[in-house]
């Protein structure tokens, strides 16, 4: 279904997703028609499932990024995973496996903000946390 033209289509759209079709047909050799083709192609696929903005979030305000790891209380697991995406301050989170059931990406304005989301998510489980010191 995938072939090598659909990998360096998706390779350049990783890095650029906004460049026009007739931008990325020059760096692959192809027609402007043939790559919206192949495009469309992978979104129907569910190949490409969504187009996102990558955000400073310093210039938002937000000088603080965590991972935190969630070992939910038994019971809970239902009613935290239903809950998680009303959390503004979360951007990403996964099940896991291990002695955790939850990992989350944080961001938030400062420490005392750090301190009322653990205070929410406390109520449904432990909390590990970890600051993010800079992305490699």
């Known amino acids: 279904m995938v072939d090598d033209i659909d990998r360096q289509l998706l390779d350049i759209l990783k890095d650029n997703s906004r460049m026009s079709f007739a931008d990325l047909g020059r760096q692959i050799n192809l027609s402007p028609s043939a790559v919206r083709e192949r495009i469309q192609k ?75 989301l653990l205070d929410a998510l406390m109520v449904f489980s432990d909390t590990n946390t970890f600051l993010i010191l800079s992305k490699i």
């Open 42 to 116: 992978l979104e129907e696929f569910e190949v490409i499932k969504k187009y996102t903005l990558d955000l400073d979030n310093k210039k938002l305000g937000n000088d603080l990024e965590a991972f935190i790891l969630l070992k939910v209380f038994p019971g809970q697991l239902k009613h935290i995973l239903k809950k998680i995406n009303n959390f503004r301050e979360v951007k990403e989170a996964h099940r896991i496996t291990g002695s955790q059931n939850i990992h989350l990406k944080v961001v938030v304005q400062n420490q005392l903000k750090l301190q009322q």
